[in-house]
């Protein structure tokens, strides 16, 4: 026999006029005017009054496609009934005035099987109003689709038990016929609410509150449980559902299928402007499928069963042809930047970036083509020929000394330059002055020894020349 719970709510918070009902519903998604997706996974949606929130709410719910979705998770807060842990219904069947919605109950002996459940009786159930505030709009995307409901009442965790339970969940994410919806209004501001969060740099107390549930919006965007934990330590916010959405984010965090959560809607039910007045504000998010697929090979897998969902699978000749393509790519992409470094002269001499190709199909010997080498002590003119070395030691053979005498003038000119480096200048880098000064003050009474000193000098200077590349000399 069914046991049924009854749509506590409807008369008060809602119509209960079934035709009423579903007119408000068709209208506010109307409204929205958002396209249904078969990638929206989920939706955090908000439990007030649908006065105040049913338009907010109707920006999650109209994203939905119910095309190929059996069945929906429900997450919502106890505002009544004290319990450290998650509870399951243990009615049958979820009225609504626009339709009925059978509980899975395969599902729920499963999650009662794990031993981390305890069990609400009816008259928690019905007295509870977050999850139910969501039936008549998911009975209403589902119209003519068999859908069942999980119902889980979160209670009030500590944040260990929030990723413990995020972790148990998270398998129901990496099916696509599941589908999560978690009830939560945000922040709650007045004195009856015992929280005035007041930040006097935003000015009006109302936009006051939206920097401060936006900075929540954010991290909740990220899919960062631990950020939105210490979001709530650090402002307090009066997030009703924030253990509905930690334990949503943690199961995000733990399941194979990425999942990108999006801010649709928000929504205050007044504009506080003095310390007198109260509010509520109302948020809707959807989460969606990340689209970064992920390819595999079945000629490499050994279970398909063990693939992700959204993995997409290539068989024999396909998947080949896919290597094959991404080889060629390689090289292609490969001898490009070879090219590119070459032309700009910042390939170092005797690296070799070409891939070896198999004999079977090598092309014309790019390798052997573009074998140029940077200038070097015995390759001044950056070719690499047996020619060019014998011209080499000819050019030496034949240099006029006259010239070397230029270079040396020419090296000394562009020292006065670089003294404007602080890394070339000894004082710059704690070695002390050069002792120019003190040659100045000996220059009149050592003249012979000065010229017998400089004759010397260069001597030393052209056998160091003849050592040194021409790339590190001086110009």
């Known amino acids: ?88 219904s243990t009615a049958t069947i979820y009225k609504t005035p626009i339709g009925d919605l059978p509980i899975d109950l395969e599902v729920i002996e499963e999650l009662k099987a ?14 509870e109003h977050s999850m139910e505030m969501h039936l008549p709009y998911l009975a209403k995307v589902f119209e003519g689709h068999p859908v069942k409901v999980v119902p889980i009442l979160v209670g009030a965790l500590s944040a260990e038990n929030e990723a413990m339970y995020g972790k148990l969940l998270a398998k129901y994410v990496d099916d696509p016929r599941n589908f999560f919806s978690v009830s939560s ?40 449980a631990d950020a939105f934990k210490q979001y709530l330590l650090e ?36 504009q506080c402007k003095t310390m007198r007045d109260s509010s509520l504000r109302f948020l809707s998010f959807y989460s969606t499928l990340d689209f970064s697929l992920l390819v595999y090979d079945m000629s490499k897998v050994t279970q398909k069963e063990s693939l992700p969902p959204n993995a997409v699978v290539l068989d024999s000749f396909v998947g080949f042809a896919l290597q094959a393509m991404v080889v060629e790519t390689a090289i292609v992409a490969t001898k490009s930047v070879a090219w590119l470094l070459m032309m700009m002269g910042t390939l170092p001499n005797g690296f070799v970036v070409f891939i070896k190709e198999p004999e079977a199909y090598a092309g014309f010997p790019l390798s052997q083509l573009l074998a140029v080498s940077k200038p070097g002590p015995e390759n001044k003119d950056a070719s690499d020929t047996e020619d060019d070395d014998d011209d080499d030691e000819e050019d030496e053979a034949a240099d006029d000394p006259d010239e070397d005498e230029g270079e040396e003038e020419d090296g000394s000119g562009e020292e006065g330059e670089d003294e404007g480096d602080p890394e070339d200048d000894p004082e710059a880098n704690g070695d002390g002055g050069t002792g120019d000064e003190d040659d100045e003050d000996d220059d009149n009474d050592d003249d012979d020894d000065d010229d017998g000193e400089e004759d010397e000098e260069e001597e030393e200077e052209e056998e160091e020349e003849e050592l040194q590349p021409p790339a590190k000399k001086r110009k």
């Open 1 to 88: 026999m069914d046991k049924i719970r009854r749509a506590s709510h409807a008369g008060s918070w809602y119509t209960d006029n079934p035709k009423k009902l579903a007119e408000e519903l068709d209208e506010w998604i109307r409204a929205a005017g958002l396209a249904k997706s078969s990638d929206v996974r989920g939706v955090i949606a908000p439990h007030a009054g649908y006065s105040y929130s049913g338009r907010a709410a109707a920006y999650a719910f109209g994203n939905i496609d119910p095309t190929n979705i059996s069945r929906v998770f429900l997450l919502g807060p106890s505002h009544h009934y004290y319990t450290p842990k998650c509870a399951l």
């Open 114 to 127: 794990t031993g981390k459940f305890e069990l609400m009786d009816l008259r928690v159930d019905e007295a």
């Open 185 to 224: 209004d945000f922040c709650h501001w007045g004195s009856r609410f015992n929280y005035m969060h007041n930040d006097k740099k935003y000015g009006a107390i109302h936009k006051s509150i939206e920097a401060l549930d936006k900075m929540g919006m954010d991290i909740i965007e990220t899919g960062d």
């Open 235 to 270: 402002y307090e916010n009066t997030i009703c559902g924030r253990h509905p959405i930690s334990v949503f984010l943690h199961m995000l965090t733990n399941s194979s299928t990425k999942i990108k959560i999006k801010f649709l809607r928000y929504e205050q039910s007044s």
